[in-house]
């Protein structure tokens, strides 16, 4: 039976791989809109350091999904999904095609492939986390999390108080791991036909040199600059998630004294190269995507879309 939900492209990738350029210059030929799927763009002050669109290219496409947020309040995969849907459905009812780009792996899963059931937060619980977090220190709490649950313990840093609540307050909440909950298949069916087209260069160098000149460009924009006016605001400290942002966290430490200029450089541009190796592996694990190299494929990659879109 024809599938006969309207059409939508997703355009994953590596970050600094090149995806917002091809987004734009897609809307543009094909009538499209773009969806952001970046859980560091939904944050409001935070341009410089997120490579956020600037006028200009918010001018040649319309974009979703920007500014969403103040940096000290939450945003997770499920807020993502829902709004992402809604601009999936305008796009679509205003005759447009929509065009989801971007990094962040959990959020193009929860939307594509919904999320797992999950048990309700508990705040009391939650609390209680956040006391023994203060007398024994959040390295305890991890190590205690990586007793109980090491595939979660594996892939949350030892400084995203966050997300060790969350997995520890599912394990007590229900004596099974959060990696085993988020391992139960969603019934969920996505209201869109999605062509996933993965963008990464061939040449792992090829990236980490992509990385480290826009990180350059960054510097030269005023990043340091960017991070210092949200210092300023009494409601940000260091442990926010949008402060854990890659160039973020390092620029934060930086302005603490805690490194010179060249340690700042070279700690930002590692953590960049780790952010790209981590949604590598995890775009390696959609099976039903295709690769291409952005530069040497370029021809056969507008080719994919082309033949999906008639």
Same mark, same amino acid.
């Given at each position: ?19 917002? @350029? ?44 920007? &500014? ?10 499920? $807020?993502?999904?829902?709004?992402? /849907? @809604? ?9 447009? /095609? ?28 939650? =609390? ?10 959040? !390295?305890?709490?991890? !190590?205690?999390?990586?007793?109980? $649950? ?9 400084? &995203? ?54 990180? &350059? ?38 302005? &603490?004294?805690? =490194?010179? @200029? @060249? ?8 953590? =960049? ?14 099976? $039903? ?22």
């Amino acid at each position: 039976m024809h599938d006969q939900r309207p059409l939508a492209v997703a355009l994953m990738g590596p970050t600094a791989s090149g995806k917002t @350029a091809l987004a734009v210059e897609w809307a543009q030929q094909f009538g499209g809109e773009i969806v952001s799927v970046d859980s560091a763009l939904v944050y409001r002050r935070m341009n410089i350091g997120t490579a956020k669109p600037d006028a200009q290219t918010l001018a040649q496409a319309r974009h979703h999904l920007l &500014d969403l947020r103040e940096p000290q309040h939450t945003y997770n995969a499920a $807020d993502f999904a829902r709004d992402a /849907l @809604a601009a999936m459905h305008d796009i679509q009812q205003r005759g447009r /095609l929509p065009i989801l780009a971007g990094g962040t792996g959990l959020y193009f899963q929860a939307l594509l492939d919904g999320l797992s059931p999950m048990p309700e937060a508990d705040p009391a619980l939650r =609390t209680q986390l956040q006391s023994e977090a203060e007398q024994r220190g959040w !390295a305890s709490l991890h !190590a205690e999390l990586a007793q109980v $649950d090491p595939l979660a313990a594996a892939r949350i840093h030892a400084t &995203d108080p966050q997300r060790i609540v969350r997995a520890l307050e599912v394990w007590r909440l229900t004596g099974r791991s959060l990696s085993d909950w988020q391992a139960q298949p969603s019934a969920h069916r996505l209201p869109f036909r999605v062509l996933k087209l993965i963008i990464a260069p061939q040449q792992r160098a090829l990236l980490h040199e992509r990385i480290a000149l826009r990180f &350059d460009a960054m510097l030269d924009a005023g990043f340091l600059d960017e991070v210092r006016a949200l210092r300023g605001d009494p409601l940000l400290h260091a442990d926010l998630s949008a402060m854990r942002a890659v160039g973020y966290r390092q620029a934060w430490a930086h302005l &603490d004294g805690e =490194t010179d @200029a @060249a340690q700042f450089r070279a700690q930002a541009i590692a953590a =960049t190269r780790q952010l790209a190796k981590r949604q590598l592996t995890w775009l390696r694990g959609e099976l $039903d995507a295709r690769w291409f190299d952005p530069e040497s494929q370029r021809l056969a990659l507008n080719r994919a879309l082309s033949r999906f879109l008639e």
